[in-house]
């Protein structure tokens, strides 16, 4: 059903750059759409390592949650906004899980391989696709600390203020976390402390800018998580991890966009509605409708990020508002916007599965004011979503209006 490209490099556990999907091409777009799950999922006993000594039993729930976030085929579709946050939240949850009886923070490196195949294969067996490891970018070393010279309770304890952590972190607000964070510098903060750089960082604050992403910060971003997952209820953990991911994931655009040349072309010169402009328009944008299913904040993104591209090729008419172009025409199947806060796919025996869309009802793209793509903040009043939405679950959603 899918087709994945090469997947990007991303950072610790920071899943939301995944490669685009492509979903079948249908000649016939005015008849109505196979479903996109027509089968209910086979579950079977997974084929364990066994050289990873862990009660899998205990974080069933968890498991279940993750299998269904990242079911075939809903896994590439979804993955930017619903599979690989949870996957990561999963293996965050897991780390801290594994050493619970233990001083550790960490896996070896050979049990963390072991691990990670284990969950890996638990999850398919219960329905998800089996390469959500190459979709979300992660790998059996994202559980061992890598670089972070800290990896045990002790030190941990020692380097960082955990009380003001897990109070800023034990309840996160989903409303206010992206906009006024509390958690996510409370994480910055310790992964500084056990990392050793806030030293560095206070002495020379000019090399305080841009981190490798393979370097000791973000592996350290990894143990403060897994400290966390040590002492948050799983479901508490989940749910703020969940939290951070969507604050991030709305930050960008996780479109890719092609050169639009044939639409720079045919609509360079025009001010008013043009039959050859909008349907040049129109056809660019149906290919964008074929990668992923985004969110009502990052449509908003996307729609700067495409017109930027459109006004930088000398196109100075509002095109979006000529050919009647609208947030949801950047989602796929021009129907279907996800929330902004975090959101699961649902499975049940009797409806198969399902997935809550926030439908943006006629609302016009944004035409961006300049070719460049400003940093705006969706946290200021001027950028917030139009009061006027509506909220619709999609059972089996292969046609969305």
Request: aromatic content about 6%; charged content about 15%; hydrophobic content about 40%.
């Amino acid at each position: 059903m899918s087709e994945l490209a090469d997947p990007p490099v991303t950072e610790l556990f920071d899943p939301i750059e995944i490669s685009p999907a492509v979903i079948p091409h249908y000649p016939n777009p005015g008849e109505p759409l196979p479903p996109m799950y027509p089968s209910f999922p086979t579950r079977y006993e997974p084929v364990l390592t066994g050289n990873c000594l862990v009660n899998f039993s205990l974080i069933s729930n968890l498991m279940d949650k993750t299998a269904s976030d990242c079911s075939q085929p809903f896994a590439a579709l979804v993955g930017n906004v619903i599979c690989c946050p949870q996957l990561s939240s999963l293996l965050h949850i897991f780390q801290g899980f594994y050493s619970i009886n233990s001083n550790k923070l960490v896996l070896q490196d050979a049990v963390a391989n072991y691990c990670l195949t284990d969950i890996i294969s638990i999850l398919a067996s219960r329905g998800a696709n089996s390469t959500i490891p190459t979709l979300c970018s992660v790998k059996s070393s994202n559980l061992t600390g890598g670089s972070c010279p800290v990896k045990d309770v002790v030190a941990f304890e020692k380097a960082v203020n955990t009380s003001k952590l897990l109070e800023a972190c034990g309840t996160v607000d989903p409303l206010k976390e992206c906009c006024r964070p509390v958690c996510q510098p409370a994480i910055m903060d310790a992964a500084l402390q056990i990392s050793g750089r806030q030293l560095t960082i206070n002495e020379n604050k000019n090399i305080a800018g841009d981190f490798n992403p393979i370097d000791s910060l973000n592996d350290c971003k990894g143990v403060v998580y897994s400290y966390l997952s040590r002492k948050l209820p799983s479901d508490v953990a989940n749910t703020a991890f969940r939290i951070l991911s969507a604050c991030k994931v709305n930050k960008v655009c996780p479109l890719s966009f092609k050169q639009p040349t044939t639409v720079i072309e045919a609509c360079r010169n025009i001010a008013a509605p043009s039959p050859s402009c909008c349907s040049s328009l129109n056809m660019y944008i149906a290919g964008i409708q074929k990668q992923m299913l985004i969110t009502n904040k990052q449509a908003i993104i996307c729609a700067t990020v495409f017109g930027s591209i459109l006004r930088k090729g000398g196109i100075m008419a509002n095109v979006y508002e000529l050919c009647d172009v609208d947030l949801k025409d950047f989602s796929i199947q021009a129907g279907c916007l996800l929330r902004s806060l975090p959101t699961d796919m649902i499975f049940d025996n009797v409806t198969g599965f399902s997935f809550t869309c926030d439908l943006s009802d006629n609302i016009a793209a944004p035409w961006p004011s300049s070719s460049s793509v400003s940093s705006a903040s969706l946290c200021a009043p001027e950028m917030a979503l139009p009061a006027v939405t509506t909220s619709q679950t999609l059972k089996n959603p292969g046609a969305c209006d």
